[in-house]
């Protein structure tokens, strides 16, 4: 059974700062990864989908890299805000099945 | 982009009532759709996955007489909770995905707070 984990479990980083966020899953044989963003009480947005043939994708100040083979992905953020604290999310979907299997999440925090 | 409602956003009840959950996708066909149910600072738990006009394929461990799902169309999926007690209440969330995509990515709807007294 696929397990995925992410770490930290929570950040808190000063405004400005660079961060990254870390995703492992336990069987490589993924068709794709997804991060997510939710903010309190609220559902998901989709951040960033790579597809297993891709190494990286971007979106503004977020980029998220794909190594298959070693089962890790890593969520990027440049210049973090405030507005960017809320609980980040990675999910695999395997390539058989239609489950989609979620990690454990890292909350962040933006201080002003 | 690709758009999932639910309906009612949150709702309270009494033990021992039913309650109905809706997940629609809005501007495209989901042949799929995932029922999550969220306890708080947890992840999503997967209750169950359905198929249009087919039968749900529920996770281990998920009564699949408390939680009824159908899902009668390619844009509506509905969950119903029956005799619910105060341990149900948590956020549940429903995602679609349209098969006609070759990436298979989920959407998600904004979620349903469930409280029951």
């Known amino acids: 059974k696929q397990e995925v984990t992410q770490i930290p479990a929570a950040l808190s980083v000063p405004e400005g700062e660079n961060l990254v966020l870390n995703c492992s899953f336990t069987?490589?044989?993924?068709?794709?990864l997804q991060w997510f963003r939710q903010d309190p009480g609220k559902g998901l947005t989709s951040l960033l989908l790579?597809?297993?043939?891709?190494r990286e994708q971007t979106s503004g100040r977020l980029n998220a890299s794909l190594d298959k083979s070693s089962g890790r992905s890593t969520l990027y953020i440049a210049a973090s805000q405030p507005g960017d604290s809320a609980t980040y999310l990675c999910?695999?979907?395997?390539?058989?099945?239609?489950?989609?299997?979620f990690g454990t999440g890292t909350s962040l925090t933006v201080i002003p | 982009g690709a758009v999932v409602s639910q309906h009612p956003s949150w709702v309270i009840c009494k033990s021992g009532t039913s309650v109905k959950i809706e997940c629609r996708s809005l501007?495209?066909?989901?042949?799929?759709m995932f029922w999550y149910r969220q306890f708080p600072k947890q992840s999503l738990m997967l209750m169950a996955t359905?198929?249009?006009?087919?039968?749900?394929?529920?996770e281990q461990g998920v009564e699949k007489d408390k939680f009824l799902i159908n899902h009668a169309s390619l844009t509506l999926s509905t969950l119903t909770v029956t005799s619910a007690h105060p341990e149900d209440s948590s956020f549940y969330i429903c995602?679609?995905?349209?098969?006609?995509?070759?990436?298979?990515?989920?959407?998600f709807g904004p979620g349903t707070r469930l409280t029951v007294t």
């Open positions: 995602s679609a995905s349209d098969g006609r995509s070759h990436y298979y990515e989920q959407y």
């Open positions: 069987d490589s044989a993924i068709y794709n």
């Open positions: 790579i597809q297993s043939s891709q």
């Open positions: 999910a695999v979907l395997p390539n058989t099945g239609n489950q989609f299997y």
């Open positions: 501007d495209f066909q989901a042949t799929t």
């Open positions: 359905s198929n249009e006009g087919s039968k749900a394929t529920y």
